[in-house]
């Protein structure tokens, strides 16, 4: 939390550096380094991109764990919810449910391609000309204040800021708002760190890159695991830690573990850590975990459905409902990001859940209607 909260620091320096003294050399966000990297251009952020998909053969996605602004909004909105005591959420959180959307790479893959598409049209109208500089600016510039506009060129209205004081920490305040309010919306409606698990367009660049290093730190096994389970169930992606470490030679392999070491904290018996050694061989027989195939789908009591490969749970929309859901998503996200590119997280995440909750209740009153209780479809 202290290293999530430093970062967020450092952004409000980097921010105060460049709109107000215009120092422009250290760091940008990595948000935009991608759109920099994509037209060519070798910039301070797309440095920082470079050095953050790089990482990830020696530290896993230990930048999402430790270091991602994101991450730390989430966290904090885990934090606020917890100690607000929002019912809703404390449900959730007490027996860690996290629910998914079985189709959210094409999400993540659809906010991705939303969030680049201003650069797909600047090369498909300039053309693309790579160059090495590491004061270039980002060809889409959005963040608030940029220019000494509030949104980006793009929006359907605008004004001005100034670069004082006042008009800063106000264009602050409204992203770090933004920030906060979509890791919010998202963890009470569908449990903490929904927004890395669902949405996020960096776990597509992210993925692919994961277990093809030899020096990659993972999970690890390093002592008797007992089958305790207290890992598993600590895991805010939702991953399967104990099954894990005992069907792969004690490594988390899952391209999804963030590093957060919440499996780590969890286990009293000090079993796991954090490293590329191998791991210790399971010798005290756990036979719950011996049989395979162990990634069955089964419906739960209260109508959602779960997997084990992620113990993640998935609402009891079908197949129709679930791609609309997305596809209404990247619209109305597409269309809020004529705003600036984070504006492009509220349109898609309240249009999403709006949907989603519009086709359950049609779906409870349908089934009301008819008489009977709902089944579960996949
Ligand atoms: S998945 Fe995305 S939002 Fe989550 S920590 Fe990683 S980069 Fe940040
Ligand atoms: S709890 Fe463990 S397995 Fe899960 S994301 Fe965190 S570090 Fe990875
Ligand atoms: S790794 Fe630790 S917490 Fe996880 S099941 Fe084994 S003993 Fe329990």
């Keep these: 939390m202290i290293a999530l909260a430093s970062v967020h620091a450092y952004i409000a320096f980097h921010l105060i550096s460049w709109h107000v003294f215009g120092i422009q050399i250290w760091g940008k966000t990595a948000m935009m380094g991608v759109p920099s990297l994509a037209k060519g251009t070798i910039n301070a952020a797309a440095i920082m991109v470079m050095l953050i998909l790089g990482s990830i053969m020696i530290w896993g996605r230990g930048f999402c764990g430790w270091v991602c602004h994101m991450r730390g909004a989430i966290e904090f909105a885990d934090w606020s919810l917890r100690k607000l005591k929002v019912r809703q959420y404390l449900n959730l959180r007490e027996k860690n449910v ?64 100034k670069p004082t ?60 695991c007992t089958g305790c389970r207290d890992c598993s169930n600590a895991c805010p992606q939702g991953i399967d830690v104990s099954r894990e470490i005992f069907h792969f030679d004690g490594k988390v392999i899952n391209t999804e573990c963030i590093k957060c070491y919440a499996c780590i904290d969890a286990c009293d018996d000090n079993v796991l850590k954090d490293t590329a050694a191998p791991g210790v061989p399971q010798t005290d027989r756990l036979k719950p975990y011996e049989k395979r195939p162990w990634q069955q789908e089964l419906a739960r009591k209260d109508g959602l459905l779960t997997n084990a490969k992620h ?60 008489g009977k209780t709902p089944s579960v479809t996949v």
């Design 311 to 370: 113990m993640q749970v998935f609402e009891p929309l079908g197949p129709v409902a679930d791609f609309t859901s997305i596809i209404v998503a990247l619209i109305c996200g597409g269309i809020t990001s004529r705003f600036g590119g984070f504006w492009f997280y509220p349109g898609a995440i309240i249009s999403f859940i709006v949907l989603r909750e519009c086709c359950l209740y049609v779906r409870k009153w349908s089934s009301v209607l008819k």
């Design 165 to 224: 004081w006042n008009d800063y920490l106000l264009a602050f305040g409204l992203a770090v708002f933004i920030q906060f309010t979509m890791s919010i919306l998202l963890n009470l409606r569908y449990g903490q760190g929904a927004f890395c698990r669902i949405l996020c367009p960096y776990a597509p660049m992210m993925v692919p890159l994961m277990n093809i290093s030899p020096v990659q730190k993972k999970i690890t096994r390093v002592a008797q």
């Design 98 to 161: 996290l629910v998914n959307t079985p189709h959210r790479w094409l999400l993540r893959v659809g906010a991705l391609f939303v969030l680049l598409l201003p650069v797909i049209i600047l090369i498909h109208n300039v053309g693309f000309s790579p160059k090495v500089n590491v004061m270039a600016p980002v060809p889409i510039a959005d963040l608030p204040g940029y220019e000494g506009k509030a949104f980006a060129k793009t929006a359907f209205f605008n004004f001005d800021i």
